[in-house]
């Protein structure tokens, strides 16, 4: 049985605070929490699944949008048509990151963000992220593109940071001179 995620909203306050390190090992009320939000974001790209259970469509989740205030992000990468891969990283931190900076062309959206919000966000184009699985065992990812624009996105919540934030009010958008838009 699917049951929906209480995502909570922008003006919730825990949303705008640094979120506490995790420790091992993890308790299952958190592996449960791990296993729903990778469900839901992956029912929430696929279509059928999406209007089935009025899911907004998403690949990542942070725990401080689930109201637990610890440093832990899933994304769920649809990296081909039907074919996902789910990243679980407990302490993320990006330990090194491009020179390149990169956009998402249509803006980045959020679960907590229940609003349209105009505007680009400069993100690293690769980034390299170290941090452990759900088991404590330390992990490091290479992420490019829109999978390194995600990491970055659920790490800033992790930070108390939304990605309107993070928009420049004296440059909201950027051509493709300025700067790659992907």
């Known amino acids: 049985m699917f049951e929906k995620l209480n995502i909570l909203d922008e003006k919730e306050k825990i949303l705008h605070q640094k979120a506490e390190e995790a420790t091992f090992p993890l308790p299952q009320e ?6 729903r939000s990778i469900q839901e974001l992956t029912y929430s790209q696929i279509e059928e699944y999406e209007k089935k259970y009025d899911l907004r469509p998403g ?3 942070a725990f401080p949008q689930l109201g637990i205030s610890k ?5 769920v ?5 039907g074919k996902f891969h789910n990243y679980v990283v407990i ?3 990006i330990v090194s990151y491009s020179d390149e900076m990169i956009a998402a062309e249509e803006g980045e959206g959020c679960l ?6 105009e505007g680009h966000i400069k993100r690293y184009a690769r980034v390299t992220v170290e941090g452990f699985d759900e088991n404590g065992k330390k992990i490091r990812i290479r992420a490019r593109e829109e999978l390194s624009i995600a990491f970055q996105h659920e790490i800033d919540h992790l930070e108390g940071i939304l990605f309107y934030e993070r928009i420049d009010p004296n440059h909201q958008f950027y051509t493709d001179q300025e700067i790659r838009l992907i």
Do not use: A, C, F, T
């Open 112 to 117: 907590s963000v229940n609003r349209e919000v």
């Open 71 to 75: 440093r832990i992000i899933i994304i």
């Open 77 to 81: 990468h649809e990296y081909e048509e």
């Open 59 to 61: 690949m990542g989740l």
């Open 91 to 93: 302490n993320p931190k």
């Open 30 to 35: 958190y592996k449960d929490y791990i296993k």
